[in-house]
């Protein structure tokens, strides 16, 4: 098995119905959890890190080793994700780090900005055969406190912004936030089913944690091709370490960190299930 094009890997996904998974990396032991939870599922995964995330783990090219590893280990599927870069040199550090695939955000500036940045990391990326994946409208959330009031896409500038930036995968904002709700999630599936009916391009849903299971295979069903995980198995990961405070000694950490690995590999075969529901 190896690391694909991530657009490569989310056309298959729609061909069968289903979504795939990306899971936040931040550290080798989750890493190994999510490559054992896509063997036991016999289902690709999205291994991706933003530039915060990666930095912990010495670098995009420390990242992508450790991923390499992993899924050579566990023979399995996937690709290898840039999540949230907002700058061009983020595009350029991993794809010179061998990522297959990378993602420009500027969703939080103009449209036209958007464009322009959007393109020109396309163009970086499309060099090294890669795909690029860009945000329109805004999803709200993570640190800057903000509640489910996300801006959302603007069907009238969806085929625009594909054509002029040669995205291959699109992020839009239908009502999902980055990290917890602060309301009731409800997410705008009308919204959704124009937005598909635009364009071809494969979907992507980030704020995937927290969000009702009908409405993520509603989702599914009108386009949804990638669903991104973080706050859902970091927390799982968080309970097995609180779980081994009560049982465990940290004088052996490899014992003390076995169930904050267990967990997260639980919690991330649970999530796999779930967008693969209809296969």
Not at 8 to 27: P, Q, V, Y
Not at 32 to 41: E, L, P, V
Not at 220 to 235: F, Q, S
């Amino acid at each position: 098995m190896a690391l694909y094009r991530m657009d490569t890997l989310m056309r298959d996904a729609r061909s069968k119905g289903i979504a795939l998974g990306a899971f936040e990396c931040w550290e080798s032991l989750n890493i190994q959890g999510i490559a054992r939870a896509s063997a036991m599922c016999k289902t690709p995964v999205i291994f991706q890190a933003s530039p915060a995330e990666y930095r912990t783990m010495g670098g995009a090219d420390a990242l992508a080793d450790m991923v390499k590893f992993y899924v050579r280990k566990y023979d399995v599927d996937a690709a290898l994700h840039l999540d949230h870069g907002s700058a061009i040199e983020h595009v350029q550090e991993c794809v010179d780090a061998g990522f297959t695939s990378v993602m420009l955000d500027a969703s939080a500036m103009v449209f036209e900005e958007n464009v322009r940045l959007s393109a020109e990391a396309a163009k970086i990326a499309h060099g090294a055969n890669i795909s690029l994946e860009a945000e329109l409208g805004h999803v709200s959330g993570g640190d800057s406190g903000s509640n489910n009031e996300s801006a959302l896409t603007v069907p009238a500038e969806v085929v625009e912004f594909v054509k002029r930036t040669q995205v291959d995968c699109l992020a839009v904002s239908i009502g999902t936030v980055h990290g917890d709700y602060r309301g009731e999630p409800k997410l705008h599936l009308d919204l959704l089913r124009e937005i598909a009916s635009l364009v071809d391009t494969p979907l992507v849903l980030h704020g995937g944690s927290g969000t009702p299971i009908d409405q993520l295979h509603a989702a599914i069903k009108l386009g949804i091709a990638k669903i991104n995980i973080c706050t859902d198995i970091h927390k799982a990961f968080l309970r097995g370490m609180e779980e081994a405070k009560g049982s465990l000694t940290p004088s052996v950490p490899g014992n003390y960190y076995v169930p904050a690995l267990n967990n997260m590999i639980e919690k991330t075969v649970e999530m796999i299930k779930l967008f693969n529901f209809s296969a």
